[in-house]
């Protein structure tokens, strides 16, 4: 079982940055890759960006060269500091991993998502 808990939210004029953080925690053997989706009022939820446990990373175009994802393993953590904001950026930002929680289960989970908002 992995409990994720995002931090970092809030409110910042259009160029600004913030930086999410997400803690996880629980009883697992390992977290494979952890990431970042978000979610605007009347849209799909998409992909933000994602980091592997070996470091590499993904990012959506909308996002390349402005957002950094990383991770500390040691703390279990993984952060996605957001440069450059623009009012479309707007939307709430949730965390994910899929985390080894069993020698032969595997499980995604969730955030409770954090309200970033960007205005203009």
């Known amino acids: 079982q992995v409990q994720l808990v995002e931090s970092g939210g809030g409110l910042v004029q259009a160029g600004g940055s913030l930086r999410l953080s997400c803690a996880a925690s629980g009883s697992f053997f390992s977290i494979n890759v952890m990431g970042w989706y978000r979610q605007a009022p009347g849209k799909q939820r998409e992909l933000v960006a994602t980091?592997?446990?070996?470091?590499?990373?993904n990012y959506a175009d909308s996002v390349k060269g402005r957002f950094t994802i990383s991770r500390d393993n040691a703390k279990n953590t993984v952060y996605l500091l957001m440069n450059s904001l623009k009012p479309e950026d707007t939307a709430v930002y949730y965390c994910t991993t899929k985390a080894v929680v069993t020698m032969l289960t595997i499980k995604d989970y969730w955030g409770q998502g954090t309200q970033v908002t960007v205005s203009s």
């Open positions: 980091i592997t446990d070996g470091g590499s990373t």
